[in-house]
């Protein structure tokens, strides 16, 4: 097939080429899986890939282009490094057919007449910050879903206001596509992987861990409410003078606030802070509310469910099965003494 050698990796620069290669391959029923980046690549992307060449027949296909309508500041456009030759050369290592690396000119080529508008949550939390950038980053990522045909997607969860918005798109333009995530990244000293982590002096680099330092805290204090994750994460920051906290969010999975009555289950805490001249983002899950009685309840709940009962348990309930639990155990107690 032109255009495409198994097992060697062939850069594309034209849209139309990188088209006809990837609906040939649809026409073989395997999976086309884009990795969408904008190059200067670091280990979390290489993660990314192989994550990507894990699913069944997966044809991978890496993009590689620095989006101007995600950037709000000419001069942050300007900066972005661009190091396409030792980009392909790391995609190469692991294995990648196909990389997509067009030019500014070929993706817009009648300008930025039709966009795509990212919704409410696109002006919060980066939104807030970055006006526009989650427009600019869907619109992109609509013309690569449709450009390279792709089947399937991955994103990495570093980004994950992206990686949620990127969700809502496929769902409310009814898009054939499966997106798959990938965990953050994180280098040994737990700083998530940054392509702008290179821009990071040694003072800074060192201030800078206490990111992730504060997501762990925070995500420690989930059994004893939103209000302790907050102010656990938030006591992490505050005693790093360097690090210039944008924002310290904790939301619910799909990012919308988190009622006041807001009980137990899955959230997300976000931060967003400069750290000398660079800006940088984290998060982690948290689950808030008391873990070892969810399971507990799970546990029970499947027990009856497997007798033939299928009634919710009530808190009462659970409370005289603990309590029957734990006088067991003092039994046994004390038997175990006596023998």
């Given at each position: 097939m032109a255009g495409y050698t198994?097992?060697?990796?062939?850069?594309?620069?034209?849209?139309?080429d990188i088209g006809r290669v990837t609906r040939a391959l649809r026409k073989t029923s395997r999976p086309v899986v884009l990795v969408p980046t904008m190059g200067a690549l670091h280990e979390g992307h290489l993660e990314l890939?192989?994550?990507?060449?894990?699913?069944?027949?997966?044809?991978?296909?890496?993009?590689?282009?620095?989006?101007?309508?995600?950037?709000?500041?000419?001069?942050?456009?300007?900066t972005y490094p661009r190091t396409l030759e030792a980009d392909v050369e790391k995609l190469r290592g692991v294995g990648v057919e196909l990389v997509f690396a067009p030019s500014v000119r070929e993706?817009?080529?009648?300008?930025f007449r039709t966009t795509v508008s990212a919704g409410p949550l696109s002006g919060e939390l980066e939104g807030a910050s970055r006006p526009g950038h989650f427009d600019g980053a869907l619109t992109v990522c609509l013309k690569l879903f449709n450009v390279t045909n792709c089947s399937d997607a991955v994103f990495g969860e570093k980004d994950y206001q992206q990686l949620v918005l990127m969700q809502q798109l496929v769902t409310d333009l009814n898009l054939p596509i499966q997106l798959h995530s990938v965990p953050v990244i994180r280098e040994k000293d737990g700083l998530?992987?940054?392509?702008?982590?290179?821009?990071?002096?040694?003072?800074?680099?060192?201030?800078?861990?206490?990111?992730?330092?504060?997501?762990?805290l925070g995500a420690h204090c989930g059994d004893?409410?939103?209000?302790?994750?907050?102010?656990?994460?938030?006591?992490?920051?505050?005693?790093v003078p360097e690090v210039e906290v944008d924002y310290l969010e904790l939301?619910?999975?799909?990012l919308a606030p988190l009622p006041e009555n807001f009980g137990e289950g899955e959230a997300r805490l976000l931060v967003a802070?400069?750290?000398?001249?660079?800006?940088?983002?984290?998060?982690?899950?948290?689950?808030?509310g008391d873990l070892q009685a969810r399971q507990e309840k799970e546990i029970a709940q499947a027990a009856l469910q497997a007798a033939g009962l299928d009634a919710e348990l009530t808190d009462e309930e659970m409370a005289e099965l603990?309590?029957?639990?734990?006088?067991?155990?003092?039994?046994?107690?004390?038997?175990?003494?006596t023998e």
């Open positions: 198994p097992g060697e990796t062939t850069v594309h620069t034209s849209v139309t890939v192989r994550a990507a060449k894990s699913l069944p027949r997966a044809v991978v296909v890496v993009s590689i282009f620095v989006n101007p309508l995600q950037f709000g500041d000419d001069a942050d456009l300007d993706m817009y080529p009648n300008g998530a992987m940054s392509s702008r982590n290179v821009r990071l002096d040694s003072t800074a680099r060192q201030a800078a861990v206490a990111l992730s330092a504060a997501l762990t004893r409410g939103p209000g302790a994750v907050l102010s656990g994460a938030r006591s992490v920051l505050e005693a939301r619910d999975g799909r802070a400069r750290v000398g001249e660079v800006r940088l983002l984290d998060n982690v899950g948290v689950i808030l603990r309590r029957l639990r734990d006088e067991v155990r003092r039994v046994r107690g004390r038997r175990d003494s």
